[in-house]
């Protein structure tokens, strides 16, 4: 296999992996519908950047750590549980506040377009599973000898599969229809997303418990 085989496999992989529901769609969809398109965008520049530094920890190695040091992974699975279940928690206790409407700067109530970057990042970061898909992807397809110009264009290309695919779903839910269904029914779609995040923060935290035992 070419490197550029390689390239487009290991693009295509990663692809699948962040199309596949899990709490970074709920998450920018949620700030989508519920702030701005500007909002939706900037979380998910911010699931970009955690793709690429998982994909930087891959060609570095770093990732082989989180393996050897079983604690080290357990720790940082705790953490990242304990985070998705504060944002739930927050999500299903705003559920029955009314609708911020997006100012001229684009920034919805509560939450600035910053914010919502640092929020999509530290989603995208929250989860260690994540580097392990990505070392098991890199180490399954990655020649022994890998050319140079290849581990230096995986950590921005990947950047640019995740951030394109949570692009779109920014786009998608933060079109007028979805915002005035949204507005409708505001109460129970942010308490199934709060449900949701918290039943995947419960989930990880509960295999990092399983794990140490």
Same mark, same amino acid.
């Given at each position: !296999? $070419? ?9 295509? %992989?990663?692809?699948? +992996? ?12 949620? @700030? /989508? ?6 909002? +939706?965008?900037? /979380? ?11 994909? %930087?920890? %891959?060609?570095?190695?770093? $990732? ?15 953490? =990242? ?12 206790? +705003? ?35 994540? /580097? @392990?898909?990505?070392? /098991?992807?890199? #180490?399954?397809? !990655? ?13 921005? !290309? ?5 951030? =394109?695919?949570? $692009?779109?779903? %920014?786009? #998608?839910?933060? =079109?007028?229809? #979805? ?13 199934? #997303?709060?449900?949701?995040? =918290? ?9 990092? @418990?399983?794990?140490?035992?």
């Amino acid at each position: !296999m $070419t490197a550029f085989a390689v390239l487009l496999s290991i693009l295509a %992989a990663i692809a699948i +992996g962040a199309m596949s529901p899990g709490p970074s769609f709920v998450l920018v969809s949620r @700030i /989508s519908v519920a702030s701005s398109r500007s909002h +939706g965008l900037a /979380s998910a520049l911010g699931m970009g950047v955690g793709g690429a530094f998982f994909a %930087a920890l %891959a060609v570095l190695g770093l $990732t082989a750590l989180l393996l050897k040091f079983e604690w080290l992974y357990v720790v940082l699975k705790l953490l =990242g549980g304990a985070y998705l279940v504060y944002l739930a928690v927050k999500i299903w206790r +705003g559920a029955s506040e009314p609708l911020g409407v997006p100012g001229p700067s684009g920034e919805g109530r509560g939450l600035s377009v910053r914010r919502a970057f640092l929020v999509g990042l530290f989603t995208q970061l929250s989860n260690p599973k994540t /580097s @392990i898909v990505y070392a /098991s992807i890199f #180490a399954a397809l !990655m020649p022994q000898s890998p050319p140079l110009w290849l581990l230096l264009a995986l950590p921005p !290309m990947l950047f640019c599969v995740e951030a =394109g695919w949570y $692009t779109i779903v %920014a786009l #998608a839910f933060s =079109g007028t229809r #979805a915002r005035l269904v949204y507005m409708r029914l505001k109460r129970w779609i942010d308490r199934g #997303a709060g449900a949701v995040m =918290g039943a995947l923060g419960v989930k990880l935290m509960a295999e990092a @418990i399983k794990a140490k035992a």
